[in-house]
């Protein structure tokens, strides 16, 4: 079936840090991939998505890649701002099937 | 309504009893997703309707759990006989579409279910 596995948390930063979180997949078809973020109190926010290979989602200074060959999608983000706290969630969809989420990652940048 | 709305955000029930939990969605948004958020569990898919109809059940943890919408808007998820185990935030979202999910889901900002 499909699952999505992402990097264990929590991950701190200190402001202006460079973020990588690991976002790795299986599929029987051919997914869009997509990261929500969960800012504390909130609901979930779809936060990019990229829908064929080698596309780029890109919001609020973070970027992910949808690499084929590696079945990955890494969120990226160059400078980390304490606002940036939350969770973050890897997602995938095949074939218009429900989302399947990642465990999600707890993100805590200070100051 | 502007976004998706769940009620009631806090349910402090006794194992044993019967709860309903409801979810109003964007209007216009045929699909309707009911998700389980447990700690260190990520998101469990349990439900979605597209109007009325409910394709995948397949995430319902026992027959203890029922969901259904009417009119294709309003959803009730209904746990009967609660377990101190069915303790979690349970989400709500919606979609344009089942078959449109590059547009994302809309999520609410759940009920946070404790059983005691």
């Known amino acids: 079936g499909n699952s999505v596995t992402q990097m264990e948390g929590p991950v701190t930063l200190s402001e202006e840090a460079f973020l990588t979180i690991n976002c790795t997949y299986t599929?029987?078809?051919?997914?869009?991939l997509f990261w929500y973020v969960q800012y504390p109190g909130e609901g979930l926010q779809l936060l990019l998505k990229?829908?064929?290979?080698?596309d780029k989602g890109s919001n609020k200074g973070f970027e992910a890649t949808y690499r084929k060959e590696t079945t990955s999608f890494h969120l990226e983000k160059g400078s980390v701002q304490v606002s940036d706290s939350a969770v973050y969630f890897c997602?995938?969809?095949?074939?218009?099937?429900?989302?399947?989420f990642g465990k999600g990652t707890r993100l805590s940048v200070i100051a | 309504g502007a976004g998706v709305s769940q009620s009631p955000s806090n349910k402090v029930t006794e194992k044993g009893k019967d709860v309903e939990l409801r979810c109003d969605p964007i209007?216009?948004?045929?699909?309707l997703y009911w998700y389980r958020q447990s700690l260190g569990q990520g998101l469990e898919f349990l439900i979605y309707?597209?109007?009325?109809?409910?394709?995948?059940k397949s995430g319902l943890p026992s027959d203890r759990f029922s969901a259904e919408r009417t009119g294709g808007s309003v959803s009730t998820l209904t746990i009967q006989r609660t377990q101190q185990e069915d303790s979690a935030v349970y989400l709500c979202?919606?979609?344009?579409?089942?078959?449109?999910?590059?547009?994302?889901?809309?999520f609410g900002s759940g009920t946070r279910l404790t059983v005691v």
């Open positions: 599929a029987t078809g051919y997914p869009s």
């Open positions: 997602a995938l969809s095949d074939l218009g099937t429900p989302l399947v």
């Open positions: 990229a829908t064929k290979a080698d």
């Open positions: 209007s216009g948004h045929t699909a």
């Open positions: 979202a919606s979609s344009l579409s089942s078959g449109q999910v590059n547009y994302g889901y809309t």
């Open positions: 309707f597209q109007g009325n109809s409910a394709p995948d």
